[in-house]
């Protein structure tokens, strides 16, 4: 390898939030010897979207970020994406809950956005490297000739979930120097450092909805108004009126203002006859379901019938299952046991062990 190759290796370009985490990012790639810029990525405008300190992205968040920067002597500046946001993340957003669905605007982000925008402009600037904040960890399967994306050695802080889309290219150029540590780790390195933002607490918020109203904001968007409808039962018996379908979600309980001896839970969104399906407990469960959008990582395509764990969900702990492709991006998860609230719009997001296999949007349930 000669000089100039081994410069253009020990770039890097690193995703800034203004948190702990993207800052001791930075500093661990500074400690390994690389030459670092800093950015963020302004997404959306603040004054628009009633965006506050809770949430990513804020004036707050770049003045810290700017500073953590600058004290580690590291060139700064914002990248403004608002345009591609909008185009890519929020109208999907939008059109899935209209849809029927719920989506999860921050695997959106992190593809797109994260680890597409990002990357491009990373190149653009000869940096060889993106690196974020991430808890989780890129290897290379040699064998196979693929990179590999495994959960960080932090169980309660593993981000692998909402990382799955991300492609061969983007694995390629990416770090995530948190992997092998936790949060408390993290917060210790900051403090030693002196970093402004070593007990910032982090953001729970989707960054463009920060009071959490989905409904209100896709309204204001939109300016449309979602017309009321029935509430039904499975047999299609009229429960009482809802106000607009994208006011609810697979699983919720609360907020319905249906009297009965027991909760009813909504499980279905019919959009097309602008009805809200209501159920007790037991209609929440599935076997199965089907997904569209695939995109595989550890290998290029499965073959057969799969057998590994799934989640359908962030938080949730993976369920054994069998998994069929079929289709160029299309599979069904069969699982051991019945699911609770599958829901079209999230990911199932595969799982050999701590190796994440790939993953997909959910389309529907399979029952």
């Not at 995703?15 to 400690?31: E, F, K």
């Not at 009633?50 to 060139?75: E, L």
């Not at 609360?254 to 399906?277: C, F, M």
């Amino acid at each position: 390898m000669n000089t100039t190759e081994k410069k253009i290796n020990r770039t890097a370009l690193i995703a800034m939030s203004g948190g702990v985490d993207s800052s001791v990012a930075a500093w661990l790639m500074i400690q390994r010897g690389y030459e670092c810029e800093g950015v963020t990525m302004r997404l959306y405008h603040n004054e628009e979207n009633a965006c506050n300190f809770k949430t990513c992205c804020s004036d707050k968040d770049v003045a810290d970020a700017r500073r953590v920067s600058a004290s580690m002597g590291m060139p700064y500046s914002v990248l403004n994406f608002t345009d591609a946001f909008d185009e890519k993340i929020i109208k999907r957003f939008v059109s899935t809950y209209e849809d029927g669905g719920t989506p999860n605007p921050c695997i959106d982000c992190n593809r797109y956005m994260k680890f597409e925008k990002l990357l491009d402009t990373a190149l653009e600037r000869g940096r060889e490297k993106i690196v974020t904040g991430h808890y989780a960890r890129i290897d290379y399967d040699v064998l196979s000739e693929r990179f590999v994306l495994k959960k960080g050695l932090d169980a309660d802080k593993d981000q692998s979930y909402v990382l799955y889309d991300l492609t061969q290219d983007q694995l390629s150029h990416t770090v995530f120097p948190l992997g092998e540590l936790t949060k408390t780790q993290v917060r210790e390195i900051a403090a030693e450092n002196g970093f402004l933002n070593a007990d910032k607490r982090e953001s729970q918020d989707i960054c463009f909805v920060p009071d959490g109203d989905y409904a209100s904001f896709i309204e204001n968007y939109t300016g449309k108004k979602y017309e009321d409808g029935d509430f039904v039962d499975a047999e299609g018996n009229i429960l009482g009126r809802h106000k607009g379908v994208i006011h609810y979600t697979i699983g919720q309980r609360k907020g319905l203002g249906i009297a009965a001896e027991s909760p009813y839970y909504v499980t279905e969104l019919d959009t097309a006859g602008n009805r809200v399906v209501l159920s007790h407990g037991d209609g929440l469960f599935a076997r199965g379901l089907y997904a569209g959008e695939l995109n595989l990582i550890s290998v290029p395509e499965i073959s057969g019938e799969l057998r590994c764990a799934a989640k359908i969900r962030y938080r949730q702990k993976e369920q054994p299952c069998i998994v069929r492709q079929t289709g160029s991006d299309r599979i069904e998860v069969i699982f051991d046991e019945p699911q609770r609230a599958i829901t079209k719009g999230q990911a199932v997001v595969l799982y050999d062990g701590d190796t994440v296999i790939g993953g997909g949007r959910i389309g529907g349930r399979m029952e």
